[in-house]
């Protein structure tokens, strides 16, 4: 029997509609029922969103120990199809993360390991400016979000990545002493840089 996940605090928010509460009771069941022995599962919020009648968006955010944050989302044409996909990808995101906690606890040999070279680029971004350039108008901020500097290997910096749907991650690099931030590519590799 599972201990470990039993009545995480779980908050439904709709936005755009009224809240039904077959809808509460099918969102809370589904996260309820995701089984994960690795990591205890803390807190819960999944946000409902209804834009324009037609799509329907389901997020999912959940808080777990040691630190670590599962959020998914999925849009689709039905409320009840947005939170099933979204409970999907959470489990395969979290397959994934332990299955790569399970190979790094394997021992074998030094040729499995694979190292990938750092390499700091710096490049004069003033030369390569047009001369004629078009002022734009000025951004302003969307969604403001803080973040706190955690001490991480790159390795457990891009397991982080894969947790979530951010497009990077800001770490202070523990085997360089320099704060970094990796980011995925459209390639779907990873890239990396040092800030100094």
Known sequence: ???????????????HEEVTDSLREYAINKISGIHLDYPKIIEAKAILDVEGGRRHKAEIILFCAN????????ESDDMYKSIDFTIDKIARRMRKHKTRLLKRRTPRGEESIRYLDERNYQADFLD???????????????????????????EEA???????????????????????????????DYGMFDIT
Do not use: C, Y
């Open 1 to 15: 029997m599972q201990t470990k996940n039993v009545n995480p605090n779980i908050t439904v928010t709709v936005r």
């Open 67 to 74: 630190h670590i944050v599962i959020d998914a989302s999925t």
């Open 128 to 154: 390569t400016l047009p001369e004629d350039v078009v002022d734009e108008p000025e951004p302003f901020f969307v969604h403001k979000e803080s973040i706190s500097l955690r001490r991480l290997f790159k």
């Open 158 to 188: 891009v397991m982080e990545l894969d947790l979530t749907e951010r497009p990077f991650v800001i770490f202070e690099n523990a085997r360089r002493d320099v704060t970094s931030i990796v980011w995925r590519k459209k390639d779907g």
